[in-house]
């Protein structure tokens, strides 16, 4: 894998489901996405893909996503 690859790979975001949501979380709403996010997230959880990069979603590290369960982002 080259510099670019890695780089890229290593600001790229992953949902992972959680059991329980400490008190402090950020936590939103699927319907609170904007649309373009709101797609990646769709993509994501339906096809098992890593979401883009940063700047391309509002997505931030950590916080949780409400949507048929609870899902964190992570770093992929």
């Known amino acids: 894998m080259n510099m670019a690859s890695s780089e890229l790979r290593s600001r ?21 996405l904007d ?3 709101l797609d ?19 997505l931030e590290v950590g916080e949780i996503i409400v949507f048929n369960g609870y899902v964190r982002v992570e770093r992929a």
């Open 12 to 32: 790229q975001r992953r949902l992972e489901p959680v059991e329980s949501v400490p008190p402090t979380a950020t936590v939103r709403h699927v319907d609170q």
């Open 35 to 37: 649309t373009e996010t």
């Open 40 to 58: 990646y997230f769709y993509d994501a959880v339906e096809n098992g893909r890593a979401l883009p990069a940063d700047g391309a979603t509002n």
